[in-house]
């Protein structure tokens, strides 16, 4: 779950999706349910890195509407993900001590 700056919730749904589990093992994920455990939250690392108060396409999903560039930042979050798994970084530990930082 993810709560956007206004309040707004956006809901995850860790399942495998078709197609899903070719995607996360591209990505260095062991399996769909792995890489959708983190996605939403990377979406926020990298808006937060940007200066963005939330992700564009999370605000979209949260409104039902969808962000113009959604691909793009799609693009980004898998680039993100594919080489964090690569070079051994835990992007989930990365948005722990993140959190932890904001929120003191």
């Not at 062991?30 to 564009?56: C, I, K, R, T, Y």
């Not at 039902?64 to 051994?88: D, K, P, S």
Request: net charge negative; aromatic share 6%.
């Amino acid at each position: 779950m993810t709560r956007l700056p206004d309040g707004d919730l956006v809901p995850a749904d860790h399942r495998e999706q078709p197609g899903q589990a070719e995607l996360a093992r591209e990505l260095g994920y062991p399996d769909a349910v792995a890489m959708n455990a983190e996605h939403d939250a990377v979406h926020s690392l990298v808006s937060h890195w940007l200066g963005l108060d939330a992700s564009p396409t999370l605000k979209g999903v949260a409104s039902g509407q969808t962000y113009e560039h959604w691909r793009e930042e799609e693009a980004v979050i898998f680039a993100l993900c594919r080489w964090a798994n690569a070079a051994g970084i835990d992007l989930m530990e990365v948005a722990r001590r993140w959190s932890d930082a904001e929120c003191g």
